[in-house]
């Protein structure tokens, strides 16, 4: 089941893997918004609407984008404020302020929506949401670090919660592992299970990986549960485990005794109180990053480059 929140939105991000398994029936309420300028200061020579509006912007060229898909982003650059905290309409920012990077990261997050078809009032609702998160209360997530990939020091750690059976799961898995393999020494990648209570193998699945964790193979039993989602069963985790080199047969004792169902419960609870809807659930430094603006490696970069700018500048953004 999907989430109901924004259908023309999440239709459209569905292709482009932005789609989630649903597990709360009650969503948490989204982050305040983020404060705003009361009215815009006009900038000489600014956008006038239509595509027009879209060229001339240094550094930026938004050509390759189809006459519908640059009306919508017209719209969102006349409409929405740059959040690098001036009094300019992004359009404006980009135009009047050159140097600021932030406005680009932006308007780069902006096209790849109105590219993908959703429409202007949808694209600022997701901003709107995706940088009032940065001034949210951060969930505190506590995992082990046999769970984690990459440099324990890095500036930023990405905590993602999964499920086995999520197809949706599935589909983002390379492009998340991607992402950290490339930027291994600024992020610090963590997976954590949680099943949903529509997919039948997704407990003894959790377990199973929890279990090869203990001997040193959280990672391979992570990918292998992925790759045979659709067959999973206690048999074929067995099985899996004798093709990593485990033993088998210990980790069918371990299902049969429940040996980690209550750490397994620890973290769906650590999951549940971060307000988790579905998944896949992914948190930069314990913000939530909403899955709606895209789970792609150019979209995750963007939001890897806005945290560490956020931390940079003791939680704000860098002036223009």
């Given at each position: ?15 482009a893997l932005t789609a ?182 997704a407990v003894p699945a ?114 223009d």
């Amino acid at each position: 089941m999907l989430s109901a929140r924004r259908p023309r939105l999440l239709l459209a991000l569905t292709l482009a893997l932005t789609a989630a398994c649903s597990q709360i029936a009650e969503a948490a309420p989204p982050p305040p918004s983020a404060p705003k300028p009361a009215a815009p200061v006009q900038a000489p020579g600014g956008s006038s609407g239509g595509a027009s509006s879209l060229t001339g912007i240094p550094g930026m060229d938004f050509s390759s984008l189809s006459p519908s898909a640059q009306r919508e982003l017209s719209t969102v650059f006349s409409d929405e404020f740059c959040y690098c905290g001036c009094p300019h309409t992004l359009g404006q920012c980009l135009r009047a302020h050159t140097g600021c990077s932030h406005a680009k990261r932006m308007a780069r997050l902006s096209a790849k929506q109105a590219a993908a078809g959703v429409p202007a009032t949808d694209i600022i609702v997701s901003l709107s949401e995706y940088y009032a998160a940065f001034r949210a209360p951060r969930q505190k997530l506590e995992v082990d670090a046999r769970m984690c990939q990459g440099d324990a020091k890095a500036p930023v750690t990405l905590v993602e919660f999964s499920d086995f059976e999520c197809p949706y799961c599935g589909k983002a898995r390379p492009v998340l592992e991607s992402f950290a393999k490339k930027n291994a020494a600024r992020v610090r990648f963590c997976n954590v299970p949680f099943p949903l209570p529509m997919h039948t193998n997704a407990v003894p699945a959790g377990q199973a990986v929890l279990w090869a964790r203990d001997q040193g193979k959280y990672w391979e039993m992570h990918d292998a549960l992925f790759e045979n989602a659709q067959k999973l069963s206690i048999p074929v985790m067995v099985e899996l485990a004798n093709k990593l080199g485990l033993k088998g047969a210990e980790l069918q004792k371990a299902l049969q005794a429940g040996t980690y169902a209550k750490e397994l419960d620890k973290y769906k609870s650590m999951g549940n109180a971060a307000n988790i809807r579905g998944t896949p659930s992914l948190f930069f430094n314990g913000r939530f990053y909403d899955i709606q603006v895209g789970i792609t490696e150019d979209v995750l970069t963007h939001s890897l480059e806005d945290e560490i700018e956020w931390r940079t500048h003791n939680n704000a953004w860098a002036a223009d």
